[in-house]
C-alpha cells in the first residue's frame, strides 16, 4: 500500500476511539468518519508497513447504522466522532467497548455489563462549552472548536451539543473584540489576549456564567463587554481567567470577577450545587442524574455507614450519598472544588459531609496510616488517568464491604479492576451511562463486593 492510492473499502470494526476499521488484502486501514458496514471510496493518507490510514473520499454504499450528521461541520470537526452513527448503534458501540476493556485488560471472562443507559434526546445535552479563540485566514475573529488532533480551530458558533446561549454569548464577544481592537491569542507565537471563552447554563435555574481566559494581567473594556453579556437572559457571572503559560491547560489559577458571584447553582436530585469557573462539573445534567443514582444504588446505603468519595469535586456524588448514609467524607486536590463541595453541603442542610483538600492517593493514605479513616463503602471518581496505585493499596488495606467505581476512561477503569479482584473483590457488574452522544467516551459504574476467606460474597 502506498501514500495516495485510492482504494475500495468495507469498513469491518471501529476503534475505541470511532475510527473505521477495514482491509485491503489483508492490509489493515483505519478511516475516520467511517461506520462500521459501510463500502468507501478511500485515498490513504499515511502507509506503514502493516497498517495504514486513509480519509474517506465517498460512501459506496452506506451502512444500515450510518446516518446524516446534524452539524455541517461534524467531519472536521473533533467534538463528534460518532455523529454518522444511529443513536442505538453508539450506544452499542459503548457498550462493548466497556466490555471489551474488561475482558482485554482487567482479566474477567464473562464480564455482566448492562445496556449502556441513553438520552430520550442526545442533543443540547451540555452545560459547559470552552471554545477557542483565534482568526481565520482573512484576520476575522472566530470561534470554535479543534480539528481532530490539531490546535486549528473549526469555526462554529452554533454547537448542537450545547444550548443556543453559546452563539448568543459568542456572536457579543465578536462584536466587541473587533469593536475594542482585542486581539485573540496565538499560540504559536505567544502573543494575543483573549485564548478561552467558558460558557455554564444551568437548565433547572436558568442561571448563565460567562469566563475569559486571556493572556494577561487584565481585561481592556470590561465594562462595555459586561453590559452587553447582561443582555444574556440568565446573566448570573462573569469574570476572567488568567493564564499566561504556553501550555495545553486552558485555565490558569487566578480568577477575577466582573459581575455578579464567582458561581451559578444548579439542581441535580434534591440537592442544590453552587459551580465555579474551576471547578470539575459533569457536562450532562439529565445524565448525570442517571449516573448518581446508579452509584448510589451500587453504594447500598442504609443509613449506618460510613462512606468516602474520592475525587469528590464539587461534592456531587457525595450529597447524594449523604441523604442515605451516616458519615460521608469527600477529597478533591481543587481547592476551589473543595470551597464550592463545602457551600453545597451548607446550602442542602447535609451536616453529615466532611471534605478534605488534596490529592486522594495522598490524603486517604495519611488518614489510614493515623487511624481516622475506615469506610464501609468507597466511591471513587478518579481523572482518566485512573486511581493512583497507592490509593488502590489503601482501599485494599481498608477492607470496604463494596467499592463503587465510578468512571470516564474503561480502559483504566478495567486496569484497577484487576487490581481490586487481584486484592479480594468481586466484580458484580457494570453499567455505562452515555454521559456524551455523539462522542466515543462513555462513563461506567461498577460495582465491587468483597469476598471473605471462605469466597462468599459480604454483602
Not at 485491503?24 to 468507501?40: E, H, Q, S, T
Not at 462493548?96 to 438520552?119: C, F, Q
Not at 471554545?131 to 470554535?144: C, E, I, L, Q, S
Not at 473483590?425 to 471473605?452: C, K, N, W
Request: proline share 5%.
Amino acid at each position: 500500500m502506498e501514500k495516495n492510492q485510492i482504494v475500495t473499502v468495507k469498513i469491518e470494526d471501529m476503534t475505541e476511539n470511532g475510527e473505521g476499521i477495514g482491509k485491503v488484502d489483508g492490509y489493515a486501514l483505519f478511516l475516520k468518519d467511517a461506520v462500521i458496514g459501510d463500502v468507501v471510496e478511500a485515498k490513504v493518507i499515511k502507509a506503514k508497513k502493516s497498517y495504514g490510514y486513509a480519509r474517506v473520499m465517498q460512501v459506496l454504499e452506506p451502512s444500515p447504522f450510518r446516518v446524516t450528521p446534524r452539524c455541517p461541520v461534524a467531519g472536521p470537526c473533533g467534538g463528534c466522532q460518532l455523529q454518522a452513527m444511529s443513536y442505538e448503534s453508539q450506544l452499542a458501540f459503548k457498550e462493548k467497548k466497556v466490555r471489551d476493556h474488561l475482558v482485554r485488560i482487567g482479566g474477567l471472562k464473562e464480564p455482566k455489563v448492562l445496556p449502556t443507559l441513553g438520552m430520550e434526546n442526545p442533543w443540547e445535552y451540555r452545560n459547559k462549552a470552552q471554545f477557542p479563540v483565534g482568526r481565520d485566514k482573512n484576520g476575522a475573529v472566530v470561534t470554535g472548536f479543534y480539528a481532530a488532533r490539531s490546535h486549528r480551530i473549526v469555526e462554529n458558533s452554533r454547537c448542537y451539543l450545547g444550548g443556543p446561549v453559546n452563539e448568543e454569548v459568542l456572536g457579543i464577544l465578536k462584536v466587541w473584540m473587533k469593536e475594542n481592537r482585542v486581539d485573540p491569542y496565538d499560540e504559536e507565537k505567544g502573543r494575543g489576549l483573549v485564548r478561552h471563552v467558558l460558557v455554564r447554563e444551568s437548565e433547572r435555574t436558568g442561571q448563565v456564567m460567562v469566563c475569559l481566559v486571556i493572556n494577561g494581567e487584565s481585561l481592556p473594556a470590561a465594562e462595555s463587554l459586561v453590559n452587553c453579556l447582561r443582555e444574556v437572559p440568565g446573566m448570573t457571572s462573569i469574570s476572567y481567567n488568567v493564564n499566561r503559560e504556553q501550555t495545553n491547560v486552558i485555565l490558569g489559577k487566578k480568577l477575577i470577577g466582573l459581575y455578579g458571584p464567582l458561581y451559578i447553582e444548579d439542581i441535580i436530585g434534591e440537592n442544590r450545587y453552587r459551580i465555579s469557573p474551576l471547578a470539575f462539573y459533569q457536562v450532562n445534567k439529565r445524565q448525570t442524574e442517571v449516573l448518581y443514582r446508579t452509584a448510589l444504588q451500587y453504594a447500598g446505603l442504609t443509613g449506618d455507614e460510613t462512606v468516602w468519595d474520592l475525587y469528590c469535586g464539587t461534592g456531587t456524588i457525595s450529597l447524594f450519598l449523604a441523604r442515605k448514609a451516616k458519615m460521608v467524607y469527600g477529597v478533591e486536590i481543587v481547592p476551589e472544588a473543595i470551597e464550592n463541595a463545602r457551600e453545597n453541603a451548607k446550602l442542602n442542610g447535609i451536616p453529615n459531609a466532611e471534605f478534605f483538600v488534596g490529592k486522594a492517593e495522598e490524603v486517604l493514605p495519611e488518614k489510614y496510616r493515623e487511624g481516622h479513616a475506615r469506610a464501609d463503602v468507597i466511591v471513587v471518581d478518579p481523572p482518566r488517568k485512573g486511581c493512583d496505585g497507592e490509593l488502590l493499596r489503601t482501599i485494599l488495606a481498608m477492607k470496604p464491604e463494596r467499592v463503587v467505581y465510578v468512571s470516564c476512561d474503561s480502559a483504566t477503569l478495567a486496569r484497577d479492576v484487576k487490581t481490586l479482584v487481584d486484592g479480594g473483590y468481586e466484580f458484580v457488574e457494570a453499567q455505562p451511562v452515555d454521559m456524551f452522544p455523539m462522542g466515543v467516551h462513555v462513563e461506567t459504574v461498577v460495582l465491587m463486593s468483597r469476598i471473605d476467606k471462605k469466597g462468599t460474597e459480604k454483602v
